[in-house]
């Protein structure tokens, strides 16, 4: 069955970088986009990216301004969300999700998310 | 501010029918599908609703989604105790070139 795992999530001081993984199992990797999703304690989802099936098409929040870049590796079944200048407001649960398309395709299978928390 | 609103709140009884909505504009849920998200307490969101009214597999009958124009809404019908949960919808939004989500409904059965 399909099977999104995240890690790398933990408490990070602001304005340093953490760098989140997913690994991925039970689906061609390959052929599909993901994503990731946010959640701030006590609020609602908050989409973060999308990369497409190869990696050729990219999309982010505005919110972000720049600072979160989405990568993946066919060759590992991995996708990866580079987190930079990290904030306060930064603080969720990151989700990782397998699109169901390979283009920029909804979340149809979601991961059970990794704790980033930014504190001084 | 979501682009997509929805209301904060609602509740039923059980065997109740009940319906959650979801309103945004053109550029996201009137020219995109429409996609329901259910959150149960202390759980990852789960597909609930694809391409406005399509239940994957698993995913009881009693749960339907439909869309007009720039609205859609989730039915839940025969009311359950388990499905007390938070609601999300999402859409492509053209404009925005990405993901929109709504700000979710929580459904709490009395």
């Known amino acids: 069955q399909v099977q999104v795992v995240e890690s790398g999530g933990g408490v990070v001081q602001p304005g340093t970088s953490l760098r989140l993984s997913c690994a991925s199992s039970g689906f061609t990797f390959s052929s599909y986009a993901m994503h990731w999703v946010r959640q701030a304690p006590g609020a609602g989802l908050e989409w973060v990216a999308t990369?497409?099936?190869?990696?050729?098409?990219?999309f982010y929040s505005d919110s972000l301004k720049g600072r979160f870049t989405i990568s993946r590796d066919n060759s590992k079944n991995a996708v990866f969300l580079q987190m930079n200048s990290l904030r306060l407001e930064d603080t969720a649960v990151f989700y990782c999700?397998?699109?169901?398309?390979?283009?920029?395709?909804?979340?149809?299978?979601w991961g059970r998310g990794t704790l980033v928390t930014v504190s001084s | 501010q979501s682009v997509v609103t929805q209301a904060p709140s609602t509740s039923g009884t059980p065997g109740q029918r009940l319906t959650i909505s979801c309103s945004g504009n053109t550029s996201n849920i009137e020219n995109n599908y429409m996609y329901w998200y259910q959150q149960l307490p202390g759980t990852a969101p789960k597909l609930l609703i694809y391409?406005?009214?399509q239940r994957p597999s698993g995913v009881p009958d009693r749960f339907s989604g439909s869309k007009s124009g720039a609205s859609g809404s989730l039915a839940i019908s025969g009311l359950r105790s388990e499905d007390e949960a938070d609601y999300y919808c999402a859409a492509w939004d053209d404009s925005l070139r990405g993901w929109v989500f709504g700000g979710g409904t929580k459904l709490t059965v009395l």
């Open positions: 999700a397998k699109g169901g398309s390979s283009s920029a395709g909804y979340f149809e299978s």
């Open positions: 391409r406005n009214n």
């Open positions: 990369i497409s099936f190869d990696g050729s098409s990219v």
